[in-house]
């Protein structure tokens, strides 16, 4: 659940030629990334630390360490820092880890520069999700019940909801009482709870504050307000999702400082929405002034995506002379990531994919795509696996899933979206369900960077199954494609099943383009057993195409050039 992108400003610092050739190829890849240099290293190493986000260093560890030591303050704030041998072999996550990102930085440099990334953290070393990495606040004793977690110790699971957490390992288990006792204990609350040396707090965001106030109302007032009544009803700060008002206080200073300190959003509505809403406390004076009985209890049960229906005041209306809060609880949402794995090889699997893999708690898929993330999945995950044929089921099984709050990752290879999970899942998933599009390397991109640059002009996708389509609508879909000249890429082109389809469908196209327009089959792009064949409109035998094959057929202007297809843009840079 880290983030993927680089920090915001990298500090690099070499010290030989070496160093700053590998420095330069980082800077090349990072624009925000800059050669920090002073009359010695030792000197530059310190500004880079005092004035960047995160710092690579082309050095020995030992002298790092050296040089940072007396620079330490808290690992919250420190910048993450990476170090990289001089023949940029190892990359060394030395401060940072996985919460300052220091983790994720080397893994980023190692791939930059061909390099094996070295992480010590204990997590993810061994691939479990550290309680700070979860993306929500977290205290109490996290070091020992992460070390817990770690020696395989019983660590009892309590949440106040069925909120959507990543994979944990099978010593985490859920409890639904939290009753005392001596063992270990991860809480999920927005309750304020008395903690020990054996209770960590994970704190969800389940909380909206809705504030109304007078124009000018100071943003200590709003502040004291707020942390007043939650204080009352033994709520934490640290669970608030956003505070919420009135678009004509989308510009109070004092309401917007408030949000900026505690780290949240402010996330206002229309006078028409905050109307809408049943509150227990209208009144007709603020619907004389603002045009809505209500701008604190609406905005509270609005929250951030405007689902009253989720939420419950825990709060009501609580004002001073110039400020008027209320809080509402908003219940969890299951998360159902659909994520594209590409063609199959892991190189072509992108890093958002692996992060999403790796939050789920629940990965629904064809059996044959599961094999190939099953090394990437967190200890502890769920994995639902069915065969050819159970699309359908698929898609319902993940959005139940997520249906009932957990974590769920839909995989299709290529793009999920082109012919694949995305579409039968979307069909299933309502409004209880948070969803998230991960896109992936398609098989048309995969094949046409095999074949050359056949994609090069417009270019039409067309599925030849007839399970799910009937043939009168695709072959109207051929023909038109044909009538418009576009390069032309089928999916599921042939079966055993289904052995006419192609040489039908290229019987209309050859009606419209030259018979020396070239073809070409790509089978199992990327993974093993990859083949590339060339041939035209006039010469291709369908009998050597299958399901892992995908079939390009080129426009009229397609050229094969050097033994690549080639399909021009049209530009010209002559006169």
């Keep these: 659940m880290t983030d993927q992108n680089p920090p915001a400003r990298i500090g690099l610092v070499a010290a030989t030629a070496a160093g700053r050739r590998h420095a330069d190829t980082l800077a090349d ?101 550290g309680l700070d990495t979860l993306g929500w606040p977290v205290h109490g004793a996290v070091a020992a019940v992460s070390r817990a977690i770690l020696d395989r110790e019983p660590v009892r699971l309590v949440a106040d909801a069925d909120w959507p957490l990543p994979a944990l390992p099978p010593n985490v288990r859920a409890s639904d009482e939290d009753t005392p006792d001596d063992g270990y204990r991860l809480l999920v609350t927005d309750r304020v709870v008395p903690t020990d040396g054996r209770t960590a707090v994970l704190r969800p965001p389940s909380l909206v504050a809705g504030v109304g106030a007078s124009r000018g109302v100071p943003a200590a007032e709003v502040a004291e307000l707020l942390h007043r009544v939650l204080a009352e009803a033994g709520l934490d700060p640290a669970s608030l999702r956003c505070l919420a008002s009135a678009d004509i206080k989308a510009d109070e200073a004092g309401i917007r400082s408030t949000a900026d300190t505690l780290g949240v959003p402010l996330v206002t509505w ?20 603002v045009g809505t009985p209500s701008v604190a209890e609406a905005a509270a049960l609005l929250g951030s995506d405007g689902r009253a229906g989720d939420a419950t005041l825990l709060v009501s209306k609580t004002a001073t002379a110039m400020a008027t809060v209320a809080v509402a609880r908003h219940a969890p949402r299951g998360r ?16 958002r994919a692996v992060t999403e893999l790796r ?50 990752a839909l995989i299709g290879s290529g793009d999920a979206g082109v012919y694949a999970m995305a579409s039968p899942a979307l069909e299933y998933a309502d409004e209880r369900i948070d969803v998230v599009g991960v896109p992936g390397v398609t098989a048309a991109l995969a094949a046409g960077a095999l074949l ?34 576009f390069v032309t890429i089928f999916y599921n082109p042939r079966s055993r099943a289904r052995d006419w389809q192609l040489g039908k469908a290229l019987g209309i196209l050859a009606g419209h383009r030259p018979p020396d327009t070239p073809v070409g089959v790509v089978r199992n792009a990327s993974r093993p057993g990859e083949q590339v064949h060339l041939a035209t409109v006039a010469t291709l035998d369908p009998a050597i195409v299958d399901m892992y094959s995908v079939v390009v057929v080129g426009n009229s202007d397609t050229r094969l050039v050097a033994g690549r297809m080639v399909t021009p843009r049209g530009y010209r840079w002559r006169s």
């Design 29 to 129: 890849a990072w624009p925000h990334a800059r050669l920090v240099e002073r009359d010695t290293v030792a000197e530059a190493l310190r500004a880079a630390w005092a004035g960047c986000d995160a710092v690579v260093a082309f050095l020995a560890t030992g002298a790092v360490v050296r040089i940072v030591a007396p620079l330490l303050d808290d690992k919250r704030t420190d910048p993450a820092v990476v170090v990289v041998d001089e023949a940029a072999r190892h990359a060394v996550a030395l401060l940072g880890g996985h919460a300052g990102g220091g983790n994720a930085l080397a893994e980023q440099v190692a791939a930059l520069l061909d390099a094996r990334a070295v992480i010590t953290t204990a997590t993810d070393a061994v691939g479990l999700p």
């Design 270 to 289: 229309p006078a028409t929405r905050l109307a809408a809403v049943d509150v227990p406390h209208p009144s007709e004076v603020v619907r004389a002034a």
């Design 336 to 351: 159902l990531a659909v994520v594209g794995l590409g063609p199959g090889a892991a190189d072509l699997r992108t890093p």
């Design 359 to 408: 939050r789920a708690a629940v990965v629904v898929g064809l059996d044959q795509y599961l094999d190939q993330v099953r090394d990437v999945l967190r200890p502890g995950t769920r994995v639902l696996a069915s065969g050819l044929g159970a699309e359908e089921a698929r898609a319902r099984a993940a959005v139940a899933e997520a249906a009932a709050g957990r974590a769920v």
């Design 452 to 485: 050359g640059a056949p994609l090069g002009h417009d270019h039409a996708y067309l599925s030849l199954s007839d399970l799910h389509t009937p043939w009168d609508v695709i072959e109207r879909r051929v023909t038109a494609v044909a009538e418009g000249d």
